[in-house]
Structure formats: C-alpha cells, structure tokens
C-alpha cells in the first residue's frame, strides 16, 4: 500500500513538473517550485575571500530571475531604444519603446550560445525596467513571458521560435500596473497562465499555444501577480490560483471550480507564492492585508487563522499595524510547524503555525544595517538544515531559522545593487537560481555565475 501511494505522489509530481535532471534549475523557485536546493556537496561556510566567480556575461536591466537547464542559463532582459530613458522615479507608470531579449548562455563558461529579440513597447507599466517572470525550461523548450503579455515558446537548442501570443491582445487584457509578472506553470502537456479579468487564467497546450481551457472572472482591477500553483489536498489536485479578490481551487485538467474563498487585496498585491502546509492547509501572505492560514475540505475553506487589527492598532503594513507576517514578495518557507518570511519593512519573521503568532524578528538578513526599509527584501531557499537568503544589496547568506531565531553562518558581496528605487537606494530584485553546485544571479547589467561547492 505504501509502495502504491508513493507511487501516485510521484506520477503526480511528473505532471505538475517540467522535466529536469536533479541539479538544475528549470523554472521560478526550482525544480519542484517549491523554494528548496537539494544538491549535494555544498560548502558549509564561504571560503575566506568569498566564493569563486567563474564567469559573468553582460546583459540588459530586468527582474526576471535566470534559469538553468541542461547545461545551459536562460536570462529575460530588455534593452531599450536609443534615445529612451525610463523614469526617474519608478513609481511613474511610464511608456517606453525597446526590445525584449532571451539570452543562452552556456552554463560553465557564460558564452553566448544565442539570443533572441523581439520590439516590446512598454504602456503605463510601472518599475518599466524588464521583463518579471522566470523562464520556464521544460525539455527540449524553453517559455518566457514579457511584462506586456508577450509569451513565446522556443526550441533550446537554437532558440527557433515554435509559437507565441500576446495575451494582452489576444483576451483583450488591460495591463497591470506592475505588468505581466506570474511565472506560468507547465502542468503535463498545458502552460497555464494568468491573463486577465475575463479569463483570469488559462491552459495552453504547452506545444502549439492553442487553448485547452480558460477560467475564472474578476469584477475589476488587475490580475494580480501571483504564480499558478499546484497542491495535492483530500487525494485530489487543486490549481491555486489567487487573484486580488479571492483565492481559488481549480481541477488543473479542466479549469472547473473546486472552491472560492473571498479575500479582497489592497492594490492587488497577490503577489508570495501560496505555500501548502502539512496535508490539509494552504498559507498566504500580502503587504496590506497580511496573512491566513487556510484548511482546505470540501468546496469551501476553513479560515484557521488570519491577520486582525489589534486593539486601538489598524491593521497596516507598518510593522507596528503587523500582527503576523506582510510580505511583499518574498515567498517564505514553511518548516517544522513555522514560517519564515519578510515583512513588510524588512523584518525577517518566524510565525508559530498552529496560531499565526509571531515568534521572532530580525533586521539583519535584508542587509539595511538594522534598520526598517519598506519593501527591503532577501530571497529564502531551504538546503538542508540551514537556508541561503539572496538580498536586495546583491549579498548572499548562509543562516539557521529555527524558532530560537536567526543565526547567520556567513555572507558575501556577489552583485551590486543597480535599480534605482529612490536616488537614495538602489535594490536588486531578481531570484537567483542554485544549480550544479552554483549560485547564478543577475542585476541589471550581468548575469553572474560562482561556485557553492564545497572544498576537497
């Protein structure tokens, strides 16, 4: 019986999972999209001077995170027109005219292998720099989608380009205010996407871009930012899909509705990955609204705990109107019955799950010099029994999160900071990837590769 039932988690996992091999680094957050590093042979503490760069590779600005797959790093940038300036302030929702690029590059020694461009015209996008989402490598195909909509699906080996769309155009979508930023998610022999108000999200049949399926409708506002996800809850596969005014479970093969809850997000910042805790229960964080832990039976979820405000304390996104955790976009880790996460000004926090209280915070890690920064930020990815975190000042982390607190191993200089958020702080706001025993990360002027193996 158990050899049967592992044999159906792991048929499942082969649908839900673009096809890679155990040391690559395929899609957002990793092979199993689920935040976590599992390779082996990995250094303990960096080396004295820092860890090896073995190569770097000019590129242009973007918040796409790179992926590696078969040898190979795929980066999402855009170069804009000559004589084009983005804004001054990133907040101004800009238009821009420039094109969109996907770089191959290969993986030990950064050489270029091809590139591929296409004219990407930004419209009252703001932060207008690039493109957000991490390509998605599965096979021998590679899928990207461009802060205007622009998804396309090219042949690895060349880049040759097998089919596109433009689903702004297509579905009639207006634009989001931040663009087109959740990573699609191959799901057998689908793409499936986020889109717009009417449908919300859709499958594509991942080889000819024709459409399977399309679900969901929002009464206003955008889409929101957040990546499809799929979980197993009761024996049977749920799409998550969260948009800014509910979180929704869906059959992944046909689009049909499996349940609603209502949760209506200020400034539709849907934007963490939803994370499934334990067997029944799925957990979510925002800036302003903060966060809930669901348990999901039947066709209508049960609210275990969510953010309130407190006593002569509205609920913000200020860390002294925060009872629980308001990330902006940091997807936490789920482990040991806590999640770590940011909060909304840079706190990394440890939440208890059984009640959402907070255990601990911690300034450190997002490299402010202990200070409250609004939207300061450090990627978490779990590798064993410790975590890399990746901050906005382009510095990697080697630390223990445990319900004691935070206990920084080590930490090195990798990229600078190039994004102007203010004239005052300029912030690197791109996942990095972890593959053959390496960390690969780029700002907005090089993609770099250095070595996280451990010393023979």
């Not at 000019?58 to 918040?63: N, T």
């Not at 292998?113 to 957000?132: F, I, N, Q, T």
């Not at 309130?308 to 913000?316: I, S, V």
């Amino acid at each position: 019986m158990r050899l049967a039932r592992a044999a159906l988690v792991a048929l499942a996992l082969s649908f839900a999972l673009p096809s890679a091999r155990a040391d690559d680094w395929p899609q957002w957050i990793g092979p199993q999209r689920d935040a976590v590093w599992r390779e082996k042979g990995i250094l303990d503490r960096f080396p004295k001077d820092g860890p090896k760069k073995l190569w770097n590779y000019e590129i242009g600005a973007g918040y796409a995170g790179p992926a590696v797959a078969s040898g190979r790093v795929f980066v999402h940038d855009r170069v804009l027109d000559k004589g084009e300036k983005n804004p001054r302030y990133p907040f101004t929702r800009a238009s821009t005219k420039g094109k969109e690029r996907l770089l191959c590059l290969d993986s030990t020694s950064g050489k270029l292998l091809w590139m591929k461009e296409y004219d990407c015209a930004y419209k009252d996008v703001a932060y207008p720099s690039g493109p957000r989402a991490t390509p998605t490598v599965d096979g021998d195909l590679v899928y990207t989608l461009g802060a205007m909509g622009d998804l396309q699906c090219r042949k690895v080996k060349d880049g040759e380009l097998v089919w596109e769309k433009n689903l702004m155009k297509e579905y009639r979508a207006p634009v989001a205010q931040w663009g087109y930023s959740a990573h699609p998610l191959i799901d057998g022999d689908n793409l499936i996407t986020l889109v717009g108000r009417n449908p919300v999200v859709v499958a594509l049949d991942k080889k000819t871009g024709k459409q399977k399926w399309k679900a969901l409708t929002l009464e206003g506002g955008d889409v929101g930012y957040c990546p499809p996800m799929i979980y197993t809850f009761g024996k049977k596969r749920h799409l998550i899909i969260w948009h800014p005014e509910s979180v929704n479970g869906l059959d992944p093969a046909t689009g049909e509705r499996l349940w609603t809850h209502d949760w209506t997000i200020k400034a539709n910042l849907t934007i963490p990955t939803p994370r499934k805790v334990g067997d029944d229960k799925l957990f979510l964080t925002s800036f302003y609204n903060g966060a809930q832990l669901l348990q999901i039976e039947g066709d209508e979820p049960k609210v275990v705990w969510k953010s309130e405000p407190g006593k002569n304390r509205p609920l913000g996104e200020h860390p002294q109107n925060t009872d629980k955790l308001h990330s902006i976009m940091v997807t936490p880790s789920i482990k040991g019955g806590h999640v770590y996460g940011v909060d909304s000004y840079g706190e990394l926090r440890c939440l208890d799950l059984k009640d959402g209280k907070r255990v601990w915070t911690d300034l450190t890690a997002t490299g402010t010099n202990k200070k409250e920064e609004r939207w300061a930020n450090a990627f978490i990815i779990e590798h064993g029994d410790r975590y890399f975190l990746f901050n906005e000042k382009g510095e990697l982390i080697i630390a223990r999160l445990s319900p004691k607190g935070y206990d920084e191993i080590g930490r090195a200089k990798l990229l600078e900071a190039t994004y102007p958020l203010t004239p005052q702080r300029k912030v690197l706001w791109s996942h990095p990837a972890f593959a053959n025993k390496c960390i690969f990360a780029r700002n907005d002027e090089e993609v770099v590769c250095y070595s996280l193996a451990a010393q023979k």
